[in-house]
């Protein structure tokens, strides 16, 4: 049982590129979250999905886009990567939102720097 | 935004001592969780208190909420050097609990 898996670890790009991360989770979970965290300002939501074939923006949605083809992954997406987007890239999953009151397992990060 | 404020959000102390951290937010809220984040790693989830309860405990934590305040205190008895780490705390608004909402953090450091 792997829980919630991140791929790549580290990746560095110039901007104007593209780029997909991908998140997979082995949990049956319901719910996947992708979260940035940048110094100083804890996580903040990107986009989640309440179930496969859905996806709903978070609190920074700009610049990003993300499917949730199969219920095991979501991927999130850089059309044009910008040294703005430099950060740590969190997935969390949970069971479903159960009220707010499912605790949330996070994948190890992605670290992303833009040059 | 409905981002959360921890205070400090810097604290260090010797093994054995107690630390305490406070989170404060803006609206009403279903309920509210705390996370710790060691180094370089992802957010591992502690303990969760509903809007209705004002004390909870789980082995050395022990959170309190006080929905007058808007606010909510982590309270970690007797520190390890092994709980150096990140703490967050995250709150759930009824009018979307499908999101949790993180605050900035405490960073906790525990000198052996």
């Known amino acids: 049982n792997a829980g919630v898996t991140q791929t790549p670890k580290f990746r560095v790009l110039k901007t104007g590129q593209s780029m997909t991360l991908l998140c997979a989770q082995d949990?049956?979970?319901?719910?996947m979250y992708w979260y940035r965290q940048d110094p100083g300002m804890g996580l903040r939501l990107i986009h989640y999905?309440?179930?496969?074939?859905?996806?709903a923006k978070g609190e920074v949605p700009d610049g990003y886009n993300v499917s949730r083809l199969k219920k095991q992954n979501f991927l999130l997406g850089l059309e044009s990567a910008a040294p703005s987007q430099t950060s740590v890239y969190f997935c969390a999953s949970s069971y479903s939102s159960g009220g707010g009151r499912e605790t949330q397992y996070f994948g190890p990060g992605t670290r992303l720097l833009v040059l | 935004s409905q981002q959360g404020e921890e205070d400090p959000q810097a604290l260090s102390i010797q093994e054995g001592e107690n630390a305490t951290m406070n989170c404060s937010y803006k609206t009403s809220i279903n309920n509210l969780q705390w996370y710790r984040q060691n180094s370089g790693r992802g957010l591992v989830h502690l303990i969760l208190i509903r809007s209705n309860e004002r004390e909870k405990h789980s082995g050395r934590l022990r959170v309190t909420l006080d929905t007058s305040k808007k606010s909510s205190s982590l309270l970690i008895t007797a520190s390890r050097a092994a709980d150096t780490a990140s703490y967050f705390c995250?709150?759930?608004?009824?009018?979307?609990?499908?999101?949790?909402?993180f605050g900035t953090g405490t960073r906790l450091q525990v000198f052996p």
């Open positions: 995250a709150t759930v608004f009824p009018y979307n609990t499908d999101k949790l909402i």
């Open positions: 949990m049956n979970h319901e719910y």
């Open positions: 999905s309440v179930g496969e074939g859905t996806t």
